[in-house]
């Protein structure tokens, strides 16, 4: 979201101070899980279309899983675990450390 435009009565917004928020929010790293299918339940296809909203890049590895890269802003963060957990042992998260951290913590306290 860099170009917005917003049209109206009272439009004197700083849109580089706009953009520079959503800069801020974005994390650097993304998060790298690994996919497979290996439990018949189309996790590689769910996982596909559940982050497909997001700036991601997918890889197919030799063992017939995913490995899947997504870039995302900090207030996403939650609902993209939330979304992981979702997976079961389908999906293995292999970085950032601190998603990793956050699924651990969530499973077992």
Do not use: C
């Amino acid at each position: 979201m860099y170009d917005i435009k917003i049209i109206g009565e009272n439009n004197d917004f700083d849109y580089e101070q706009i953009i520079s928020y959503m800069q801020d929010k974005r994390n650097a790293e993304p998060i790298v899980m690994n996919v497979t299918d290996k439990y018949k339940n189309n996790a590689i296809e769910r996982a596909e279309l559940i982050f497909s909203i997001y700036e991601h890049e997918n890889q197919t590895n030799k063992d017939g899983s995913y490995t899947i890269k997504i870039w995302y802003y900090s207030y996403d963060e939650m609902e993209i675990i939330n979304n992981i957990m979702s997976f079961g042992p389908a999906i293995k998260v292999l970085s950032p450390e601190s998603v990793i951290d956050k699924i651990k913590e969530r499973i077992f306290f």
